[in-house]
């Protein structure tokens, strides 16, 4: 049994700053940290099966102009290997000539570019996932979960249980709840 307590709303923090980017392990490439992409990949491929209606596949343009770091060759085994990594179970890499990358970022600056990668990552909705966690936690258990809620304070009885003074926000009013153990998380 547990209850969860968040003064505001559940994810009020979490999806205001995220990317919306699962994982993004392709810039480790670089670092040659294998295992760190892998790990990523898969986990990227474990979520879209899991929760395609919350993850999805997206392509992403890594674009190669003159003066960029790395040439378009080196960018096409970056990708090949990315795949690779995944068990080729990602969606193909593809590499774009300028007028491609264009026709598919016509915002992006064309002067000097000599084209691009296009991957596949994922992105999610970071705040329905958390969401779902919390409703499929409530579901099988006596959990509970308050959002508008504060703790007013915490005491601990003689038994070892301790009581919760709780404010609900939204109606002001108060109530004592009593638990066996308490994780505070703060932002």
Not at 20 to 28: D, N, Q
Request: aromatic residues 10%.
């Amino acid at each position: 049994e547990a209850l969860l307590i968040d003064k505001n709303d559940f994810t009020s923090q979490t999806s205001q700053r995220s990317s919306k980017m699962l994982h993004g392990g392709i810039r480790y490439l670089e670092n040659f940290d294998f295992q760190l992409v892998y790990e990523a990949l898969h986990e990227k491929i474990f979520w879209t099966k899991l929760l395609p209606h919350l993850v999805r596949e997206a392509p992403f343009i890594l674009p190669v102009y003159n003066d960029s770091k790395h040439s378009l060759p080196f960018v096409k085994i970056g990708m090949w290997l990315y795949d690779f990594l995944s068990g080729f179970k990602n969606s193909p890499h593809q590499i774009l000539s300028k007028s491609e990358v264009l026709k598919k970022a016509p915002g992006l600056n064309s002067k000097n570019l000599k084209g691009a990668g296009l991957y596949y990552d994922a992105i999610m909705d970071d705040a329905k996932i958390t969401l779902e966690v919390i409703y499929d936690s409530l579901i099988p258990n006596k959990n509970e979960a308050l959002n508008y809620h504060e703790i007013l304070s915490v005491k601990e009885r003689k038994d070892g249980l301790k009581v919760l003074l709780i404010k609900d926000i939204m109606k002001s009013q108060e109530v004592e709840v009593t638990c066996k153990h308490i994780i505070f998380s703060l932002g």
